[in-house]
């Protein structure tokens, strides 16, 4: 295992064959997914009325208010993306890769290794269970076939992705090339040594000579787009917290919803856990890692202390952490599509709910788009960060 000597993070690890693990994992998480699509996912009772939605009502409902990209975002992040990274996943992990041209399969992995970030299978699980607790004093709620086979794919799903060995990926379309001049500097920037943002390679052209990406010292204007994305994410969360995100209709009588309104009820309710869980995820999360995000791009400017190492691992966990605040989310489109009661009650969504959703969005963004390594670097190179 190679190990960074400034920061410690893991650079590489032994080349251990996984393929057949990756293959098998992959194939069950695909099966439970298209399983999950077609049965009753979750039942809901109030009044002698029952209520029962499959997997797809989640988006589709969405559709029928309006909600046209709120639906797309949701249909993409827990059916589509998860459904074309697992039907790729198998035949690369067969030979694919070595087998079609150079071209092609750079494109097709560089696409694939794209999707992992943007699919949010557990985060709509885990939203499930928040929204459940939500209504199960309002009315009986049983579970379906679809959602057990839907905790199976997120299972196996996570598990494949565990077992996913990238450089060995990337090795099927070429071997990776070796840099003499890296064993001889401390740092790659000392010798103007370049690792490709894509495949990892290390080289000193223009672009990437294994994936074709254009490679640089770092990432151009890493803290001038992070900052941007930053600026639009704290604009949308002002209206994500003022306005409903949606609103619930009971006998006739209807009632909006904020966020922060959504959190006091479960409190008052005694679903302390669920609303610390909530609260922590979409009030907490978004307000923290717009604070973390600012201080690392003013931090920047600063030369490295025994300190960067800390703003490093804080850096690394925002940028893990950040799609979890999307629970909120999930929470509503579910809520959306199972209370669809006529009068007798009935939930839709609000504007705020869609702001939310950019939010964290532009919050992702802003994460991708620092580049942390400018934390490490001497002032002399600060200015590598603009070079094309």
């Known amino acids: 295992m190679a190990i960074c000597p400034h920061c410690q993070h893991k650079l590489c690890e032994a080349d251990v064959n996984h393929d057949s693990q990756v293959v098998a994992l992959s194939v069950g998480s695909l099966l439970m997914l298209l399983s999950s699509m077609f049965y009753p996912f979750i039942s809901f009772s109030s009044s002698g009325i029952t209520q029962t939605i499959t997997l797809p009502d989640a988006a589709r409902i969405l559709f029928n208010y309006d909600s046209e990209l709120l639906g797309l975002f949701i249909d993409l992040s ?17 030979g694919l890769l070595s087998a079609l041209p150079q071209g092609i399969a750079r494109r097709l992995l560089k696409f694939t290794l794209a999707l992992e970030p943007w699919i949010m299978s557990e985060i709509f699980l885990i939203g499930v269970l928040v929204s459940m607790v939500k209504i199960m004093s309002l009315a009986d709620i049983s579970f379906g076939a679809s959602f057990w ?12 992705l565990a077992h996913l060995n990238r450089p060995r990926l990337w090795a099927q379309i070429k071997p990776v090339e070796f840099v003499e001049e890296a064993s001889h500097a401390k740092r790659a920037i000392d010798q103007n040594i370049k690792a490709c943002h894509v495949c990892h390679q290390l080289c000193k052209d223009d672009y990437c000579p294994r994936c074709h990406s254009k490679t640089h010292i770092r990432n151009p204007n890493s803290v001038q787009k992070a900052t941007a994305w930053l600026v639009t994410s704290v604009l949308c969360y002002i209206p994500a917290n003022l306005l409903p995100i949606m609103h619930t209709t009971s006998l006739g009588d209807e009632s909006p919803s904020t966020l922060i309104g959504g959190v006091l009820t479960l409190w008052k309710s005694g679903s302390y856990p669920i609303a610390a869980i909530i609260f922590f995820a979409s009030v907490v999360v978004p307000l923290a890692k717009a604070f973390v995000l600012s201080f690392l791009c003013i931090m920047v400017a600063k030369p490295a202390n025994r300190h960067t190492k800390g703003y490093t691992k804080i850096y690394q966990l925002t940028e893990f952490i950040g799609k979890w605040s999307m629970i909120d989310v999930f929470v509503v489109a579910i809520l959306v599509a199972l209370v669809q009661l006529g009068n007798l009650m009935s939930i839709t969504p609000g504007v705020g709910i869609v702001f939310f959703t950019v939010m964290v969005i532009c919050q992702m963004m802003a994460a991708h788009a620092f580049d942390p390594r400018l934390l490490w670097d001497s002032p002399k190179n600060k200015t590598s960060e603009n070079k094309a």
């Open 149 to 160: 086979a839907y905790i199976g794919f997120v299972i196996l799903y996570i598990a494949a």
């Open 78 to 94: 827990i059916i589509a993306l998860p459904m074309s990274l697992l039907v790729i996943l198998i035949p690369m992990h067969l």
